[in-house]
């Protein structure tokens, strides 16, 4: 026993010179899947840009547009997130790669077309008082965009939980399962969307419309982790009153966490206050941060 053990680390260290070629160098349809990726990364932008109606060049080069940099990489970022998951989504044990591959396309086309609907979501009915491409073009609203990134996440999010509890894939996954998870979870981010203004004290239209940063850095992560949170309970519940009964709950959560934030101030600082009056940014990316906090905390105890 003695002379195994002084083997054992002779064995570890020449191990660590052994030559092997990476698998990834040699499984070819790793390549196929990143060259789809790329495809889809190309494609949503256009998307992104006719739905916007906007030059990508134009507003990123030539505008420095920092508020539609924000928001189109919110969206780009959120495309990432889906395609990742639909690849690392199971298949079905008997799906040749040809299969595979096409359950892959549609899959990633149907979540494409789910956050450009979340695009229009955001436009015309959790801001319906103002028009989003209007204040992200031309008046370069960074604050909104913050809120507009964060959503597009979110609902990214939320289809990658309706992919991960597959332990029975079926042919194509199971697209109304998605459908459903999607319409519920846009309807929570609506109500969070006027909740959130009530329970905070802030009128979240008219601060957002003011282009205040200090505002869209607050709600934008308190939004964020709210769909952390939906997507934890998404993943744990598939009957969707306990979903959303849960999700009434996280609601509640989250607005106790502005109260967590006020204790650590002490009690001597407003956040209204210095959200709306100072637009005070680093205050917005506190909550924005203490939020995430909270909601990786409730995930590990679930």
């Known amino acids: 026993m003695a002379a195994e053990s002084n083997l054992t680390p002779i064995f570890t260290m ?5 030559f092997q070629i990476p698998f990834e160098f040699t499984n070819w349809t790793i390549w196929i899947y990143l060259l789809q990726a790329l495809l889809f990364l190309w494609i949503g932008s256009k998307a992104y840009a006719v739905f916007r109606k906007v030059s990508l060049s134009q507003q990123l080069a030539e505008k420095d547009n920092p508020a539609f940099a924000i928001s189109f990489g919110g969206f780009m970022a959120a495309l990432g997130v889906v395609i990742a998951s639909v690849i690392q989504s199971p298949s079905p044990w008997d799906f040749t790669w040809q299969e595979e591959l096409m359950s892959s396309v549609i899959w990633t086309f149907g979540s494409l077309v789910l956050l450009l609907v979340a695009l229009l979501i955001n436009d015309f009915v959790i801001f319906p008082k103002f028009k989003n491409r209007k204040e992200i073009i031309e008046d370069r609203n960074t604050g909104l965009a913050v809120v507009e990134a964060a959503g597009f996440l979110g609902t990214a999010l939320l289809i990658r939980a309706s992919l991960s509890p597959q332990l029975e894939p079926v042919e ?20 969070y969307s006027k909740v959130y203004p009530k329970v905070a004290g802030i009128d979240l239209h008219g601060e957002l419309e003011k282009d205040n940063p200090a505002v869209g850095l607050a709600f934008g992560g308190s939004l964020l982790a ?5 997507g934890a309970a998404q993943r744990r519940y598939d009957a969707i009153p306990t979903f959303v009964l849960l ?3 996280f609601v509640l959560v989250l607005g106790l966490l502005r109260l967590a934030v006020h204790l650590i101030f002490n009690g001597k600082v407003s956040l209204a206050h210095e959200l709306q009056k100072d637009r005070n940014w680093g205050v917005g990316l506190l909550e924005a941060l203490i939020s995430l906090v909270i909601a990786a905390i409730l995930i590990a105890s679930f």
């Open 226 to 230: 709210f769909a952390l949170l939906l």
């Open 247 to 249: 999700a009434l709950g």
């Open 172 to 191: 194509v996954g199971e697209p109304w399962l998605t459908l459903i998870y999607f319409i519920v979870g846009q309807a929570l981010f609506l109500l």
């Open 14 to 18: 020449k191990s660590l010179f052994d």
